[in-house]
């Protein structure tokens, strides 16, 4: 499939103008990055996708029409921004913790394969790995306990202990599990009406999302990519965390551009409070709790619109909200496992044991078509009133990017390093020194993207609006 094909299909979804698409243009093909799988135009269409939106509320508000391009080398960078992202003078740490990755399991495992991949990037979910095999903290150890547990078994054994880890599966065992019934013939993106509201016209303005007001309750990629790019188009996104909750700071560098930044701890009565007095004065909020974690803290889709007629709220989970893991967590490269796209990517690499995408290409994906969900539904909002509801999953950004179409000289791609990529970057000071990062891979005619303030520590501004 094309990055053209692609991005109709995702404007279709969201019941965008047709006439709309006249105004996109969209260059480069796949192969972008090594891969059997069309990352690059994942990458193009789902940028371009929020893009587009974005150009289409200018109109709304303003008249004027922008143009939207998206060259798909750029698009494909910057679905691996992280990667790329230097503080000048500093060379990035290392992402992984010492226990994380792939190591064999021990009996025939799922579809035939006997591996698992462990996420243990935070305390408690290596803890819980530990707990669970009851070993030593070293590779060596973890890999014989390994060789006595049923790969599924231990998937299953660590989840209860509150742990994040996943068996790896072929397509096909995925296809024939419960969770990927469910989610089967669901959509890459669901934007449903959850309430009564009057419309709320934006006045025009400079740039498309100017004067928008954005509560970004997310960490890692998948959700902060989102904030980052409804920044990217003007919004005043207020990232909020606990100073409680663990963080991967070389992420919040790279996916802090453009945001504020506050701590509220939502498991005080003061930290919901002032997430309530935020929450009625805001346009979008976008999370990525568990459903069942931001119901009990009093924040469910219905409870914000409650608080803030007219919202337009927008879920992120690891596997859909539907079916037996619909409150299960997960991460991208876990997601990967689960669901097949690991052990197809092996076959067709000729190798034993999962290889993972060229990049976080789920969360990235997931990303994107969050921002684009807010600004459709925003959009909706201004035309016919009503409080909405955004829902992504990366397991269902997994099996749309499957739906995209296989390469078969994928791999043949050179991998892009950061001497090769240079005239996507940019310099710009942030909190944490002066950055050299990718820039937004969509232009917009009339109102370019950028990002009007620079990453800061976490914690650096008050909780409110500008």
Same mark, same amino acid.
């Given at each position: ?9 995702l404007w279709?979804l969201?019941?965008?103008?047709p006439a709309a698409?006249?105004r996109?243009?969209l260059?480069g093909?796949d192969?972008?990055l090594p ?7 994942a990458?193009q269409a789902s940028?371009?996708?929020?893009g587009?939106a ?7 508000r303003?008249g004027?029409?922008p143009?939207?391009a ?11 921004s ?6 000048v003078?500093k ?11 792939v190591?064999?399991?021990g009996?025939?495992?799922?579809g035939?394969s006997?591996h698992?991949r462990?996420?243990t990037?935070?305390a408690?979910h ?5 707990t ?5 903290a070293t590779?060596e150890?973890v890999?014989?306990?390994?060789l006595?547990w ?8 660590v989840?209860a ?7 790896m599966?072929?397509?096909d065992t ?9 989610l089967a ?13 009057p419309?709320r016209?934006?006045?025009?303005a ?13 960490r ?5 990519v989102?904030?980052r790019?409804?920044?990217?188009h003007g919004a ?5 965390t ?8 070389w992420?919040?560098?790279d ?7 506050a701590h509220v701890?939502l498991a ?20 990525g709790?568990?459903?069942?974690a ?9 409870d ?7 919202i337009?709220y ?6 859909? !909200? *539907? %079916? ?6 997960g ?6 496992? /689960?669901? @097949?796209?690991?052990? +197809?990517?092996?076959? !067709? *690499? %000729?190798i034993?044991g ?5 990049a976080?290409a789920?969360?990235h /994906?997931? @990303?994107?078509l969050? +921002?684009?969900?807010?600004? *459709? ?8 009133g009503g409080s ?6 990366l397991a ?5 990017l499957?739906g995209?179409?296989r390469?078969?000289d994928?791999f043949g791609?050179?991998d892009?390093k950061?001497?090769a990529?240079?005239?996507?970057l ?5 909190g944490f020194?002066r950055?050299?990062?990718?820039r ?5 005619s ?9 990453s ?9 609006w500008?």
């Amino acid at each position: 499939m094309t990055g053209m094909a692609a991005l109709s299909e995702l404007w279709r979804l969201a019941g965008g103008d047709p006439a709309a698409l006249a105004r996109v243009n969209l260059t480069g093909a796949d192969p972008q990055l090594p891969s059997s799988f069309r990352v690059g135009t994942a990458a193009q269409a789902s940028i371009a996708a929020a893009g587009l939106a974005a150009a289409e509320l200018h109109r709304q508000r303003t008249g004027v029409a922008p143009d939207v391009a998206v060259d798909m080398r750029h698009a494909a960078i910057e679905f691996r921004s992280e990667r790329y992202l230097r503080i000048v003078g500093k060379e990035p740490p290392v992402f992984w913790d010492t226990l994380a990755g792939v190591y064999r399991a021990g009996g025939g495992g799922p579809g035939g394969s006997s591996h698992v991949r462990l996420h243990t990037n935070f305390a408690h979910h290596r803890q819980a790995v530990l707990t669970v095999l009851g070993c030593d903290a070293t590779r060596e150890a973890v890999q014989a306990a390994l060789l006595s547990w049923d790969a599924v078994a231990f998937e299953t054994a660590v989840y209860a202990a509150g742990g994040v880890v996943a068996a790896m599966r072929s397509p096909d065992t995925w296809a024939a599990h419960p969770q990927g019934q469910a989610l089967a013939s669901l959509p890459a993106l669901k934007i449903s009406k959850i309430g009564e509201a009057p419309p709320r016209p934006l006045p025009p303005a400079e740039r498309p999302l100017s004067g928008v007001r954005v509560l970004d309750l997310s960490r890692i990629i998948a959700g902060p990519v989102a904030g980052r790019t409804l920044a990217a188009h003007g919004a005043d996104v207020l990232l909020i965390t606990s100073p409680r909750l663990p963080s991967m700071p070389w992420l919040v560098i790279d996916t802090g551009r453009g945001k504020r930044s506050a701590h509220v701890d939502l498991a005080t009565p003061a930290g919901r409070a002032t997430l309530t007095r935020l929450l009625a004065d805001a346009d979008i909020i976008s999370q990525g709790y568990r459903p069942h974690a931001v119901a009990t803290l009093g924040f469910a889709p219905e409870d914000a619109a409650r608080i803030r007629p007219g919202i337009v709220y927008v879920s992120l989970s690891a596997y859909g !909200a *539907a %079916g037996p893991w619909a409150n299960r967590r997960g991460f991208d490269s876990l997601v990967q496992t /689960a669901t @097949g796209i690991n052990h +197809a990517e092996a076959d !067709a *690499a %000729g190798i034993a044991g999962p290889k993972e995408l060229p990049a976080q290409a789920l969360d990235h /994906a997931s @990303g994107y078509l969050m +921002a684009f969900g807010a600004i *459709a539904a925003r959009a909706r909002q201004v035309r016919e009133g009503g409080s909405w509801h955004v829902e992504v999953s990366l397991a269902q950004t997994g099996q749309w990017l499957q739906g995209l179409g296989r390469l078969t000289d994928g791999f043949g791609c050179a991998d892009p390093k950061l001497d090769a990529i240079g005239e996507f970057l940019e310099e710009t000071p942030s909190g944490f020194g002066r950055l050299r990062a990718v820039r937004h891979a969509c232009q917009l005619s009339a109102t370019p993207a950028r990002w009007h303030c620079p990453s800061v520590p976490l914690g650096s501004d008050p909780p409110a609006w500008l």
